[in-house]
């Protein structure tokens, strides 16, 4: 395993360019399912997991090519394998995402239960709903969900849950909807950009689908999907993260490829901060006016504050001088990384669902560890602007949704390099 090692202090300068977004090619992967033609797929980050999703299409039957940012999905001489296996399955929840395609195309789908999960409890009753609603039956098996139906029958659903929308549930039933009979309407649909990505892939293939990227999306069943060509959405998780990385250090960068269009919210709380936001059509850059101003954080679906970038927010706040509010209103168990920034010499306070984040002028280094994907941004971008030398282990969660970033950020200047744990 690695760790990270990460000498703070450094300002960073420069140009970075923005990967593919992962949120958005994984359940365009699981959309390769619906059709026995080639898809191609660009711009797709080599991440731990974009590969974990390649070895499931593998495991289903598919074959994969991938090079430089080019992914290549064909079917080979044998079937499709309609089960997908628990040790792939629980690694990755996004994986979850094979049992629309595989029930609308195949008419039977075992998919292992993706399980619990470090950032809180993380249901699946909304996929469950969609697919009864269009006539499945659902069955569960030792630990894994037996969906089966002859032909789905387009239905009006509602897939507003306790937490608000579920960005899987809509794409998975979504995917689902594509090839049943007759008319679907989902209400309450997620409206993240990496749904409209997926309804755009799909529409490519052959579907028809309207009002993606609102909260009623129409899928009129087709009866076949065919090849597609595909360029995957740029990452705006990945964009906020290096733009606060440049804030937290005192630096200046330009971030390539990022969709401004897609950031509304951070864009908003930037300018909160007291922050000059200069964004063209694909790129942005952030330049603190004076001081920076604490700003109170509410995280909910898109076009809500992203639970996404709340971690990374928590480290920018840990070091901006005032009191701010975080409330995290998506996952209310995701505050890992809460007693990790306290190590670091942060004040942060966990009460329920909110964090009251006391700021401090500066963090002191130290070792800490990565919980999950974004917990682990938090701690990078900590360790970035902390006085000394942060080690942070466990780092294959950042691997998990962050390409080369130890490249891109030595790139802008910060001493950071891997080490063996
Ligand atoms: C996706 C993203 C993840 C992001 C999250 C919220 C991918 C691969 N992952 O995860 O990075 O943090 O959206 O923006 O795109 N819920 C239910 N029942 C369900 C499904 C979800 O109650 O059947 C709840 C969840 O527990 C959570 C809320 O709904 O409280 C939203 O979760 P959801 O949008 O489903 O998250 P994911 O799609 O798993």
């Known amino acids: 395993m690695d760790k990270f090692v990460i000498e703070g202090g450094k300002r960073l300068k420069g140009e970075v360019t923005v990967s593919g977004s992962k949120n958005s090619c994984l359940p365009i992967f699981a959309a390769t399912l619906l059709t026995d033609d080639a898809c191609i797929i660009r711009d797709v980050p080599n991440l731990r997991d974009t590969n974990t999703m390649f070895k499931i299409l593998r495991s289903l039957g598919k074959n994969v090519e991938f090079e430089k940012g080019k992914v290549r999905v064909t079917s ?38 993706p399980g619990g999960c470090i950032i809180g409890l993380r249901p699946v009753d909304l996929h469950m709903k969609g697919f009864k609603a269009l006539g499945a039956s659902i069955l569960m098996e030792s630990g894994y969900v037996v969906a089966k139906a002859p032909r789905l029958k387009g239905n009006h659903i509602y897939l507003g849950g306790v937490f608000g929308s579920s960005v899987l549930a809509t794409d998975n039933v979504m995917m689902a909807a594509a090839l049943a009979k007759g008319k679907s309407i989902i209400e309450a649909a997620a409206c993240e950009p990496e749904v409209a990505d997926l309804a755009e892939f799909l529409i490519k293939m052959g579907a028809k689908i309207k009002g993606h990227g609102t909260p009623v999306i129409e899928i009129e069943g087709v009866k076949h999907l065919h090849a597609v060509d595909h360029t995957i959405i740029p990452d705006r998780i990945e964009a906020g993260t290096l733009l606060l990385a440049s804030l937290i250090t005192g630096g200046d960068i330009l971030v390539r490829n990022a969709f401004s269009h897609h950031m509304g919210a951070f864009i908003d709380k930037m300018q909160e901060a007291g922050v000059n936001v200069i964004k063209t059509e694909k790129t942005m850059r952030l330049q603190p006016k004076k001081t920076l101003r604490p700003v109170n954080i509410t995280t909910l679906p898109y076009p809500g504050f992203p639970t996404d970038m709340q971690a990374q927010m928590m480290a920018l ?26 190590r670091m010499g942060a004040h942060i306070q966990r009460e329920g669902p909110h964090a009251i984040v006391e700021g401090m002028s500066k963090l002191l280094g130290a070792p800490v560890m990565a919980s999950d994907l974004r917990a682990s941004a938090c701690l990078v971008l900590a360790g970035l602007a902390a006085k000394g ?19 891109k950020l030595q790139a802008l200047g910060a001493r950071v390099w891997r080490e063996k744990e």
């Open 389 to 407: 030398k942060t080690s942070i282990s466990r780092i294959y969660h950042l691997e998990r949704g962050y390409e080369n970033f130890d490249l």
């Open 76 to 113: 080979t001489k044998n079937p499709i394998n309609c089960i997908a296996d628990y040790k792939l399955v629980s690694t990755m929840r996004a994986s979850f995402c094979v049992l629309g395609p595989l029930l609308g195309r195949y008419k039977i789908a075992k998919v292992s239960l």
């Open 317 to 342: 706040m840990s070091v901006t001088p005032g009191i701010s509010v975080i409330t995290e209103k998506i996952f209310p168990d995701r505050f890992m990384h809460v007693a990790e920034l306290n």
